[in-house]
Antibody, heavy 118, light 110 residues
Framework: QVQLVESGGGVVRPGRTLKLSCAAS????????MHWVRQAPGKGLEWLAG????????YNADSVEGRFTISRDNSKDTVFLQMNSLRAEDTAVYYC???????????WGQGTLVTVSS | QSALTQPASVSGSPGQSITISCIGT?????????VSWYQQCPGKAPKLLIY???KRPSGVSNRFSGSKSGNTASLTISGLQAEDEADYYC??????????FGGGTKLTVL
């Protein structure tokens, strides 16, 4: 069955960096685009970034442009989110999600919590 | 890109039907038939309910249906059940190839 497992979250000080990972299994990873979505405590969902199955095209939300970078390693069935210059407002649960042929996010991981605090 | 506009809350009694609206613009909902809906129960990851405006993934009850008119999409839940109590989010592709969610709607089953 399709599984997405995020890791790499934790407590980090403002201004520091963090790299999240999402390990995929149960489907042909190289056939699917992938996304990162976050949810601040008590708030709604926010799409952050997505990239094509071959990694050649990637897109970011304006809110994280220049600070967050999505990438993938198709040899390890893993997608990453590099987060730089972290701010308190980046505190959230971060989910990775599979792209359903550019129409939706059909499978989600369980999420990993990132807390930015001094 | 501004978030899509959803009502903060809706409610209904068991057996009734409710509709959640999702208002966008000509740069997102109005331009593409790429609207999806998600259900999120407390402490859980979102679950896909509807994609491509009105298509249901395998395993999703046919009590859930979607539609779109102009810049507004809608999710209808018929035969409301207690287990439907959750948060619901709409999402759309935008002209800049980014994605935008609605603010979310809390459904209360009375």
């Amino acid at each position: 069955q399709v599984q997405l497992v995020e890791s790499g979250g934790g407590v980090v000080r403002p201004g520091r960096t963090l790299k999240l990972s999402c390990a995929a299994s149960g489907f042909p990873f190289t056939d699917y685009g992938m996304h990162w979505v976050r949810q601040a405590p008590g708030k709604g969902l926010e799409w952050l970034a997505g990239l094509w199955s071959d990694g050649t095209e990637k897109y970011n939300a304006d809110s994280v442009e220049g600070r967050f970078t999505i990438s993938r390693d198709n040899s390890k069935d893993t997608v990453f989110l590099q987060m730089n210059s972290l701010r308190a407002e980046d505190t959230a649960v971060y989910y990775c999600a599979r792209d359903l042929y550019n129409s939706a996010f059909d499978y989600w991981g369980q999420g990993t919590l990132v807390t930015v605090s001094s | 890109q501004s978030a899509l506009t959803q009502p903060a809350s809706v409610s209904g009694s068991p057996g009734q039907s409710i509709t959640i609206s999702c208002i966008g613009t000509s740069s997102d909902i109005g331009s593409f038939n790429v609207v999806s809906w998600y259900q999120q129960c407390p402490g859980k990851a979102p679950k896909l309910l509807i994609y491509a405006v009105n298509k249901r993934p395998s395993g999703v009850s046919n009590r859930f249906s979607g539609s779109k008119s102009g810049n507004t999409a809608s999710l209808t839940i018929s035969g409301l059940q207690a287990e439907d109590e959750a948060d619901y989010y709409c999402n759309s592709l935008t002209w800049s190839r980014t994605w935008v969610f609605g603010g979310g709607t809390k459904l209360t089953v009375l």
